[in-house]
């Protein structure tokens, strides 16, 4: 009589387990999928991140000088953007003066068009938001460094499947600590100066 009462009890609890096990199979990918997207998430972030400082300390150093030598820039470079993982990127740093006029701009990087829409010519209008810009009254010999990296996406290793077809763009400004930033005589052949222009 008492092994009748208590046999219900004993399925139910056999059948219990059985559920649990099976809600617990079900549910591993679930959790397993939504843990490597959260990897993938911070991996981007951290990306960004150090991207962000890069482009800081460049910004940084640079903004500080009265004159740029192509041997320094590399040297300067080859300390702060190591090539090893920043797959595709293109990295563009421009003299801005107040008024909104690119005085030069140069061009590295492994990739040529990723930050296309900044790339402008020498006494063209500098059309990227900057945090200063006076068309009618800025001075012309007040001027800002402007860092930009654009690196692709889809060469970041990401574990759980998250497309990220799109640029990491990062834009950091700095004004210059006096007037504008000359160019030694090779960065102004590379940034397409003329003798008119570096007046």
């Known amino acids: 009589m008492k092994s009748n009462f ?8 056999a059948a219990s387990r059985a559920s649990a096990a099976v809600e ?15 990897a993938d998430i911070y991996t ?9 400082q890069r ?21 300067l470079l080859d300390a702060v953007l190591p090539q ?19 005085y030069w701009q140069l061009n590295r990087g492994t990739a040529g068009e990723l930050c296309g829409e900044s790339v402008t010519a020498p006494n063209s209008e500098y059309t990227p938001d900057l945090p200063e810009r006076d068309v ?14 654009c690196r692709q996406g889809k060469d970041l290793t990401l574990l759980g499947g998250l497309s990220l077809d799109n640029l990491l763009h990062i834009s950091t400004v700095n004004r210059v600590a006096v007037g504008v930033i ?6 102004s052949k590379e940034a ?7 007046e």
């Open 136 to 149: 009618e009254e800025g001075d012309r010999n007040t001027s800002m460094l402007v860092v930009e990296i």
């Open 44 to 52: 981007v972030g951290l990306e960004r991140d150090r991207l962000e």
């Open 182 to 187: 000359e160019l030694d005589e090779t960065l």
């Open 84 to 102: 090893e993982g920043l797959g595709n990127y293109q990295l563009l740093i421009s003299n801005v003066r107040q008024t909104g006029e690119l």
């Open 6 to 13: 208590l046999s219900p009890l004993r399925r139910f609890a």
């Open 24 to 38: 617990t199979a079900l549910a591993f990918p679930i959790v397993l999928a939504a843990g490597m997207l959260c």
């Open 55 to 75: 482009a800081g300390a460049i910004v940084s150093v640079l903004g500080m000088q009265q004159e740029l030598t192509a041997e320094g820039v590399q040297g």
């Open 192 to 198: 397409g100066l003329s003798d008119e222009d570096e």
